[in-house]
């Protein structure tokens, strides 16, 4: 079975920092783009921010400078670091991938179950 599996979130004030980790597990044939996206309290989801294979980045331009996403391709693994926090921020994070779960079948996308994040003082 194909998973993604989030931790790092918890509470922090303003103005602090926190590294979410997203880890996929389970047999497959190929991952691509990686990515977090966020979901507030009464708010839709949104996108935070992607990488692909190779290094390339996609940010919400609210975002940028505050977020860094990067990737380890040895361990089918995404990272979102995540500085100077606003209440703002306060959200369930999940990550996102592309997947290929074998050479017979298509490519989908997956989705972690979230992590929790709260800015508050």
């Known amino acids: 079975q194909v998973q993604l599996v989030e931790s790092g979130g918890g509470l922090v004030q303003p103005g602090g920092s926190l590294r979410l980790s997203c880890v996929q597990s389970?047999?497959?044939?190929?991952?691509?783009?990686m990515g977090w996206y966020r979901q507030g309290p009464g708010k839709e989801r949104e996108l935070v921010a992607t990488i692909t294979s190779d290094g390339s980045t996609n940010y919400a331009d609210s975002l940028k400078g505050r977020f860094t996403i990067s990737r380890d391709n040895a361990k089918n693994t995404v990272y979102l670091q995540m500085n100077s926090l606003k209440p703002e921020d306060t959200a369930v994070y999940f990550c996102?991938?592309?997947?290929?779960?074998?050479?017979?079948?298509?490519?989908?996308?997956?989705w972690g179950q979230g992590t929790q994040v709260t800015v508050s003082s």
């Open positions: 389970g047999y497959i044939f190929s991952i691509g783009t």
């Open positions: 996102n991938a592309r997947i290929r779960p074998s050479t017979w079948g298509p490519t989908n996308d997956y």
